[in-house]
């Protein structure tokens, strides 16, 4: 089940498959929680770059006739075509709680199906602190899509991800509220969502999994 346009993520992909030709970068945002996941596409791009690789993007973009803009109010590079939003963060611009810089420096990426992608645990901290700043939206309904899918398909490293939250000023506890509170969002990736039994045997094994971290 999917919540955007089939049309909109099947173009959004093929432009991601796009710009993993022209350089290299590591994804966040939603199709690196689809890698991890394979629930919810994203309609939109995510990713972390360094400079060098910056300029590639850029003059690949440059050959599209579309220009890559500063957002100086939210300290990121913006990409916009007529479907798909394109965020990219430098060393330099970022305004994401864990900053570019830091998943560069302690190498806090992989290669995951020739993506380079952020841990996991980077990413449910990110994750977690977008659903904050924008928890009554359809974004902030598609994080908690995305935050309870990856607790279901990932072992994480539970000293790490205590390790992120602390360093990065995380409450933890917001995990055991969305994983109670959350209803719908369960039908993107949960089969028995309708079963209120099996729903709620199905949110006390992601709680149990998880209590350690509150």
Known sequence: MELWNEIVTEKSYNLLLELKKTSKFVLIGGWANWLYS?????????????????????????????SINLNRKLNKYEVKTEEVDIDIYTPDHCNLIISCKDVFNKKMFKEMNGFGVVLPEVLLILKLNA???????????????????????????????????????VDLGLIRQ?????????????????????????????????????
């Open 131 to 169: 659903e904050i700043q924008r928890h009554e939206t359809i974004k902030g309904f598609k994080d908690r899509i995305d935050i309870l899918s990856l607790l279901q398909k990932v072992k994480f490293d539970k000293n790490l991800l205590f390790k992120l939250s602390k360093e990065y000023g």
């Open 38 to 66: 394979q629930t919810a596409k994203s309609k939109d791009i995510d990713i972390y770059i360094n400079f060098s690789d910056f300029f590639k993007l850029q003059n690949f973009f440059v050959s599209k006739g579309i």
């Open 178 to 214: 969305i994983i109670k509170e959350s209803s719908k969002e369960y039908s993107y990736f949960f089969q028995d969502s309708e079963n209120i039994r099996e729903l709620k045997k199905f949110k006390l094994s992601l709680l149990k999994e998880m209590q350690p971290l509150f």
